[in-house]
């Protein structure tokens, strides 16, 4: 089994932070502790883990990074890395990363860019753009989590801003169960042009029917961005917890699995391990 690292691994624990998304409930709306992670990839050869942060209340946003730097600094966890949550477009975030600069174990920032206070186009606003082009002046990267649908705002930003380096997450957050792509694979071709956007091959499984998907399902999407992006430039995430929506951590993974069994091993090894290893510097 190829060694596998995991570029979007979630942990939230209810009684440190305030999660205003899980506020109506529902079975993610429990803590998702380290032990729970480790339990959840038993046998699945995770050899490296790198944080996603979890849109916890922006006040909470360097409380959510220093625990997960500690986390970094346990010998006997795999997490080595992390993408901490930040507001670009804010007056303050040139102090925020000023408090992280030179930290080994911070390698980007997060804005979820599909929630209700995030409209079309909130991510080209000139504030943003500064912000994001800051990123790149300090040496790191900007995950795109957005509505599929403005996926052309994410190649615009990166465009407005070639010095920094973006994760496109969950493969532009194609639905599984959409009956029509076709836009999808015209936006992910068009963004997959810009050299400095690389694409996570995680968390569309989510969108899958919980109760009868396959990974036949699966294949077209992430085949696709296979395809526009190049083997150079697509990394494994689990989306753990998220994933569990409609699959376990080892469902997605064997999937995932099974969907690529027919790549090199070359191949193989750039999306689950080395493609991971050299983007966030984890040689180390």
Known sequence: ???????????????????????????????????????????????????MEVDVAPEQHVAEAEYV?????????????????????????????ARFKGNPYIKGVRQVLHGGGTP???????????????????????????????????????????????????????????????????????IAERPNVICKISGIVASANPDAWTADDLAPIIQHCADAFGPDRIIFGSDWPVCTQAATYRQWATALREIVSGWSEADQRKLFHDNAVRFYALEG
């Open 69 to 97: 730097i500690a986390l970094c600094q346990q010998p006997d966890y795999p997490m080595v890395g992390a993408t901490i949550g930040g507001r670009p477009a804010e007056a303050g975030f040139a102090d925020y990363l």
């Open 1 to 51: 089994m190829l060694p596998m690292v995991d570029t979007h691994q979630h942990l939230w624990d209810l009684s440190r932070f305030r999660l205003l998304w899980l506020a109506g409930g529902g079975p993610l709306a429990k803590d998702h502790l380290p032990e729970d992670y480790l339990r959840e990839a038993e046998g699945l050869n995770v050899v490296k883990t790198v944080y």
């Open 120 to 190: 079309p186009g909130f991510c080209l606003s000139e504030d943003f753009v500064r912000g994001v082009r800051l990123l790149g002046a300090n040496g790191l990267h900007f995950d795109l989590c957005l509505r599929s649908a403005e996926i052309p705002d994410g190649a615009q930003l990166s465009e407005l801003c070639p010095e920094t380096r973006f994760v496109l997450d969950h493969c532009g957050n194609a639905n599984v169960q959409a009956t029509d792509r076709s836009q999808w694979q015209r936006d992910i071709a068009a």
